[in-house]
Nanobody, 124 residues
Framework: QVQLVESGGGLVQAGGSLRLSCAASGRTFSYWCMGWFRQAPGKEREFVAAINLNGGSTKYADSMKGRFTISRDNAKNTAYLQMNRLKPEDTAVYYC?????????????????WGQGTQVTVSS
């Protein structure tokens, strides 16, 4: 079992930045590929970014490349999502997830554990 708790969401103006955190507890954090997803009202959950076990490999959705950065600190059992140059269309609930897999994956079905989500609202 892995328990995930997101934090760092909030209200920000367009062009601003936020840093989301995902604190993990339970089984050894370093065994897990960590991913970030988001879901806007009336839309399906979509992939944002993922990072492999040791942080050496990352994957991003095309619309987030160059603006978002995923990272992890295995000593702190925490994954992060740094979001810069935010746009109103980035408004969504952001979820972190864990997958017991080597490498990085974008499909939500590969992730067995999910946090409760944190709201990010970007005003224009």
């Amino acid at each position: 079992q892995v328990q995930l708790v997101e934090s760092g969401g909030g209200l920000v103006q367009a062009g601003g930045s936020l840093r989301l955190s995902c604190a993990a507890s339970g089984r050894t954090f370093s065994y897990w590929c960590m991913g970030w997803f988001r879901q806007a009202p009336g839309k399906e959950r979509e992939f944002v970014a993922a990072i492999n076990l040791n942080g050496g490999s990352t994957k991003y959705a095309d619309s987030m490349k160059g603006r978002f950065t995923i990272s992890r600190d295995n000593a702190k059992n925490t994954a992060y999502l740094q979001m810069n140059r935010l746009k109103p269309e980035d408004t969504a609930v952001y979820y972190c997830a864990a997958a017991r897999i080597i490498g990085v994956v974008a499909a939500p079905t590969e992730y067995g554990y999910w946090g409760q989500g944190t709201q990010v609202t970007v005003s224009s």
